[in-house]
C-alpha cells in the first residue's frame, strides 16, 4: 500500500489532538468537518497499524458524513488491509465517484485494483496520479505500475515504468530492489549487484534483498560477497521464508 497520505495524516493528528477540547463544539455543529478530522484520525491510526483504533474512527467520519471522500477512502484501505476485498472496493469506488482526481487515492485505487488483477486498469489510474503536476511522489506511481505488470509477467513495461520511477527518486527502494530482481531473472547479473550497491547504499536489508544478494553473487562467482549475504540473511531473519529457502 501507498503511505504518502498516511504519513501526512499522521503528522495533523497531532495537531488535532492537541486542539480537540477547543474544536469539539464547533465539530459538532459541522458533520463534513467533523468526518475529516475523525478521518483524519483514523488514517494515522491506520498508518500505525492499529486497526482498532482506525476502524473506531472512521466509522464516526462515515456516520458524520458517508459521503466524505476521505472517510470512504481511508476506509477502503481499512478494509482491504482486514482483508474485506470486496468492501474495500466498494468504498474505493465510492471515493472515486466524488474525489476520482485526487493523486493519493488513484495512486491506493491502483495498488487494490493490481491486487484484484486488473492490471489495466491498475496501470492508468497509476499513470493519472503520477500525471498530476500537484502530486508530490510521482516516483511511487511509477514503481507501483512497473512492479504491478512485473508481477504480471510484462518486464519490458515494468522496466520502463521502474526507470521513470528511479529517475524521480534515484534511491526509490522499490524500484531499486524490482529492477535488480529483473535482471537477475534475465541473467544480467553485474546489473543487479549494482541495483542492489545503490539499494543497500540508503536502505535496511529486507529477508527478500539478501536472498537475491546471495543467489546474484553466487552468479558471479563471488564466493565473498554469497557468504556474506548467506550470513545476514540467517542472523538477521532467521525465522524468515528467504531463510528457509537458503537453508
Do not use: W
Not at 48 to 70: F, H, M, T, V
Amino acid at each position: 500500500m501507498n503511505t504518502s497520505a498516511l504519513m501526512t495524516a499522521v503528522c495533523v493528528t497531532a495537531v488535532l489532538i492537541s486542539g480537540c477540547t477547543s474544536t469539539g463544539s464547533s465539530l459538532k455543529k459541522n458533520p463534513k468537518k467533523a468526518a475529516g478530522y475523525q478521518a483524519q484520525l483514523g488514517a494515522g491510526y491506520l498508518q500505525r497499524n492499529r486497526l482498532g483504533l482506525a476502524k473506531q474512527y472512521l466509522e464516526k467520519a462515515l456516520k458524520s458524513d458517508s459521503n466524505s471522500p476521505e472517510a470512504q477512502h481511508y476506509y477502503a484501505l481499512l478494509q482491504e488491509r482486514l482483508g474485506d476485498n470486496a468492501k474495500a472496493g466498494t468504498y474505493f469506488r465510492k471515493a472515486m465517484a466524488q474525489d476520482g482526481k485526487n493523486p493519493e487515492l488513484l495512486n491506493n485505487y491502483g495498488s487494490f485494483l493490481c491486487k484484484s488483477g486488473d492490471t489495466q486498469q491498475a496501470v492508468a489510474a497509476f499513470m493519472s496520479a503520477a500525471s498530476d503536476p500537484l502530486y508530490t511522489t510521482p516516483a511511487f506511481a511509477y514503481s507501483n505500475a512497473g512492479i504491478c505488470l512485473k508481477n504480471k509477467g510484462n518486464h519490458a513495461h515494468s522496466e520502463e515504468y521502474l526507470r521513470k520511477a528511479l529517475t524521480l527518486q534515484p534511491y526509490s527502494p522499490s524500484a531499486l530492489f524490482h529492477m535488480a530482481e529483473i535482471s537477475y531473472n534475465r541473467g544480467e547479473n553485474a546489473k543487479a549487484q549494482a541495483f542492489l550497491y545503490r539499494y543497500t547504499e540508503r536502505h535496511p536489508d529486507t529477508p527478500e534483498t539478501l536472498l537475491l544478494c546471495y543467489k546474484t553473487n553466487r552468479a558471479l562467482h563471488d564466493g565473498k560477497q554469497t557468504e556474506e549475504c548467506a550470513n545476514r540473511l540467517l542472523s538477521k531473519f532467521p525465522q524468515s521464508k528467504e531463510a528457509a529457502e537458503l537453508n
